[in-house]
């Protein structure tokens, strides 16, 4: 079945820092890949949706290109603030959604 | 933005309770769905619907039931409830199913003593 791997559970940088989180997924078919924010206390919420091949959707300065060669779907910012400290899911859509375990991101000072 | 109301926002209830957790949303979703969030699982899918009366089999349903009566309400049934379904429970809606955005509610957490 369908399934998707994030292989950092926990990731710290300093702010300024570029951020890459990984994603990986399986499924027979071609599915539509997101990744959700997750704040402290708070629902996850979407961050961006790919849907093409090496489209590269961009939302909050966070970007991610879908390669279905490598099934990866990486999250990318170039400078980390502080804000961006969340647990950020990864998630496969072919009829539902599935989600990765999660990674934590910890921007620090 | 879409919204989903979760009830209750706490729970606590001992081994073999009944629990029933709520779920509405005012949006006219089609798809309903019910997750649990624990560390090291992230979210994972225990029922959802496409609509009023129709429920659908996610990935760890054992010991859940789900019931949609209307296409506001879902509903989150635990008969015989156990610790291991102490847990961070979030409902969320979506337009369609493939594609389409979720829209969660800001969860209810549960304790089973």
């Known amino acids: 079945g369908d399934s998707v791997t994030q292989t950092e559970g926990l990731v710290t940088l300093t702010e300024g820092l570029p951020v890459m989180l990984n994603c990986t997924y399986q499924?027979?078919?071609?599915?539509?890949l997101f990744w959700y924010v997750q704040h402290l206390n708070e629902a996850p919420k979407l961050l961006l949706k790919?849907?093409?091949?090496?489209k590269r959707p961009e939302h909050q300065g966070f970007h991610a290109t879908l390669h279905k060669s490598s099934s990866s779907f990486h999250l990318q910012k170039s400078s980390a603030q502080l804000s961006d400290s969340a647990l950020y899911y990864c998630?496969?859509?072919?009829?539902?959604?599935?989600f990765g375990s999660g990674t934590k991101l910890t921007v620090e000072p | 933005e879409a919204a989903v109301t979760q009830s209750p926002r706490n729970k606590v209830t001992v081994t073999g309770g009944n629990v029933t957790l709520s779920c509405r949303q005012t949006n006219s979703h089609n798809y309903m769905y019910w997750y649990r969030q624990d560390t090291g699982h992230g979210l994972r899918l225990i029922h959802y619907?496409?609509?009023?009366?129709?429920?659908q089999i996610g990935d760890v349903p054992d010991g859940y039931k789900a019931t949609r009566t209307t296409q506001e309400d879902f509903f989150l049934l635990l008969e015989l409830a156990s610790p291991s379904q102490t847990s961070l429970y979030f409902c969320?809606?979506?337009?369609?199913?493939?594609?389409?955005?979720?829209?969660f509610g800001s969860g209810t957490r549960l304790t089973v003593l």
């Open positions: 998630a496969s859509n072919y009829n539902v959604l599935y």
């Open positions: 969320a809606s979506s337009v369609g199913g493939s594609a389409e955005t979720l829209y």
């Open positions: 790919s849907f093409t091949d090496n």
């Open positions: 619907s496409y609509g009023a009366g129709n429920l």
């Open positions: 499924s027979t078919y071609s599915p539509f």
